[in-house]
């Protein structure tokens, strides 16, 4: 007989993938993981939409423009347990820097679009629009757990991992750190 | 004759202190441990970061550890759930208020605010954090301050009044738009009165002030303490 497995999902909106890389240096113990849970989405799967009953979601990454928000809200009604990975999603982090500038939208596309350039200057518009504001999750939807650090170590990432697995709730305490 | 000494209970615990001591002073001298930011010893006491806060069994609200003196038969507690509580928010509300942003701060790994967080368990704020920039002076030669990164937990100040015996450094501004001024809020590099002596860097508990191109591990010395009353004494 299958043993149900947990399905777990990882989502990379406005960060630098640096959480995620963290998450594969788990290294071995990632294949001890992989006895008890089951990726069914994540940006190292090739699934382009997000599924429906997904126990535990690792969101890295700020919420920067139109369609984060638009999927980050299904992702919320489509998961169980939602962690805010890495400070990105837990604060806004370098992502939101640009919330300092009044006009932050326009001085940040002017700045890498056409300042900074020497050929072809002009702003995409085959993207999604950016935001007003860069967001931390928790600003935009319930998030349930926190998992800061740029990135979280990988140690900190299996220890959440394993405690949520085994039914108890991780205790950070003393163990994150931001940046 | 020395004075007569205190008896207080701390946590429970029978404690004996000097009349002209803290709570903070007994609590250190008896192993109990009290979070602090803006203390910092050798330095006249602040009370302005709050973090100390413990109770005071007949008074109503939470008090300062670091400026409140020992009484005979005092109760004190110094980590009941509400303390725990206050002290989380008062952490998420420095957070929040200015641009402390960790990855890219020259004091990351040495950050007394950031290992608080992490110790009292402030993992995100539920305040929304204040985007609002404030200058930064690098006109100084070789120290920089970042007004972003201030707590306002007045260190420096104090250093640089009490021990350099100059001070260079004080407020302007009231509340959330108080600010630390450097003379009569002038470029650094115009301070006649800044000796550069630095220690304004080797006290910040963050990373507002800070020498240029130096790792903050050797800008904050491990045996600052010992160096302020050392040098108070002389």
């Known amino acids: 007989m299958q043993v149900l497995k947990v399905r777990v999902a990882t989502v990379w909106l406005s960060g630098c993938s640096g959480c995620h890389m963290s998450f594969l240096d788990q290294d071995e113990k990632i ?31 700020a919420v920067a423009n139109e369609e984060q928000l638009h999927q980050l809200k299904i992702i919320r009604e489509r998961t169980k347990l939602l962690i805010a990975f890495g400070d990105c999603a837990v604060t806004g982090n370098v992502v939101a820097l640009r919330n300092m500038f009044q006009d932050s939208v326009k001085e940040v596309l002017e700045r890498a679009y056409v300042e900074n350039v020497d050929y072809n200057r002009q702003y995409p518009t085959q993207v999604p629009k950016l935001l007003k504001n860069a967001h931390p999750l928790h600003e935009i939807v319930k998030v349930d757990f926190y998992l800061p650090g740029c990135p979280p170590s990988a140690e900190l990432i299996n220890y959440v991992l394993r405690e949520l697995l085994d039914g108890r709730t991780p205790s950070l305490e003393g163990r994150f750190k931001f940046g | 004759m020395a004075a007569r000494a205190v008896k207080l209970t701390i946590d429970g615990k029978e404690v004996f202190a000097k009349p002209s001591d803290t709570i903070l002073k007994a609590a250190t001298e008896n192993g109990i441990y009290i979070p602090t930011l803006c203390y910092l010893e050798g330095l006249s006491p602040y009370g302005g970061c709050r973090l100390c806060i413990v109770e005071v069994k007949g008074t109503p609200k939470p008090v300062t550890a670091c400026t409140t003196p020992v ?164």
């Open chain 2, 71 to 234: 009484s005979e038969g005092m109760e004190v507690i110094t980590n009941s759930p509400l303390i725990l509580k206050y002290r989380r928010q008062i952490l998420e509300l420095i957070l929040a208020e200015r641009i402390h942003v960790c990855s890219v701060c020259v004091a990351n790994g040495s950050c007394e605010l950031q290992s608080l967080a992490s110790n009292l368990g402030v993992d995100h704020t539920n305040v929304q954090r204040n985007w609002r920039p404030l200058p930064l002076d690098s006109s100084h030669e070789r120290l920089v301050i970042d007004h972003n990164r201030c707590i306002m937990c007045t260190r420096c100040i104090r250093v640089c009044d009490e021990i350099e015996g100059v001070h260079v450094l004080d407020i302007k501004g009231r509340g959330e738009n108080s600010m630390i001024v450097i003379d009569l809020d002038e470029k650094w590099s115009d301070s006649y009165s800044c000796t550069s002596c630095g220690k304004c860097a080797a006290v910040c508990p963050v990373g507002a002030i800070y020498i240029k191109g130096k790792a903050l591990a050797e800008t904050k010395k491990k045996e600052l303490p010992e160096f302020i009353v050392g040098r108070r004494r002389r």
């Open chain 1, 31 to 61: 294949i001890e993981l992989a006895d008890k849970i089951e990726v069914v989405y994540s940006p190292i799967v090739d699934i382009k939409d997000f599924p429906e009953d997904v126990d535990v979601t690792l969101v890295e990454g």
